[in-house]
Each structure stands twice: as structure tokens, then as C-alpha cells.
């Protein structure tokens, strides 16, 4: 199944936005009424840990900001407004990814 493909079925399920995170190649939104992809910004990478929550996280603080974190409301985005949404969540990202974080995992920390 493409990622088209699937969007469609989220869609016929009832979602009113489906946005997918392409990493370098940036996020594509899918509507109702189409589609809508958006290129991500040229940085240098230092982790990616945490762009696609980053991302996403960006896209709602921004529907929520503009008064439209409501069903209705998305139903109602059309495609200029999704692709500023877009454009506003890979800016989010690309700025996670440019930052040096030392994220290391331990499932078995030393306690003090």
C-alpha cells in the first residue's frame, strides 16, 4: 500500500487531515479536497531524534493558535492554509534537527 493509498483510507475512515513526514523530502498533507506536499529547509543535521513529534507538535500549537484545533475547522482547511500549516511544521523541524543533542538511551541506569 503507498502512502497515497493509505492517507485515502484514514480519510474514508473519517480523519479530515492526514500529514505524513518524509524526513528530507519534507511532509505531504492529504484532504478532502487533495493534496498538498511542502519541501523541508536545507540544514545541516546533527540528530533526528524527535523531528517528526517536533513536527507534529508544531502543526497543532498552530491550529490551536489560529482557533481551528477542531474537526469542523480542519474540514474546513483549504489547500494554501494546509500547505502554511506544512510549511510551519517542517521550519519546527528543521530547527530540532540542527541542534547537538547527546540523546543516549539506557534501559539500566547507575543509580547514585
Excluded at 524526513?23 to 536545507?42: E, N, R
Aim: with cysteine; hydrophobic share 50%.
Amino acid at each position: 500500500m503507498s502512502v497515497a493509498e493509505a492517507a485515502v483510507y484514514w480519510l474514508d475512515c473519517g480523519a479530515r487531515l492526514v500529514v505524513v513526514t518524509e524526513g528530507a523530502k519534507g511532509a505531504t498533507a492529504f484532504c478532502a479536497t487533495g493534496q498538498v506536499s511542502v519541501p523541508t529547509h536545507s540544514v545541516a543535521v546533527r540528530a533526528t531524534v524527535g523531528a517528526g513529534d517536533t513536527s507534529h507538535a508544531a502543526l497543532l500549537a498552530q491550529l490551536a493558535k489560529t482557533d481551528r484545533l477542531s474537526l469542523e475547522a480542519i474540514a474546513e482547511l483549504d489547500l494554501p492554509a494546509i500547505r502554511d500549516l506544512l510549511g510551519y511544521a517542517v521550519a519546527a523541524a528543521a530547527v530540532t534537527v540542527s541542534r547537538n543533542r547527546n540523546v543516549a538511551f539506557d534501559p539500566f541506569p547507575t543509580c547514585a
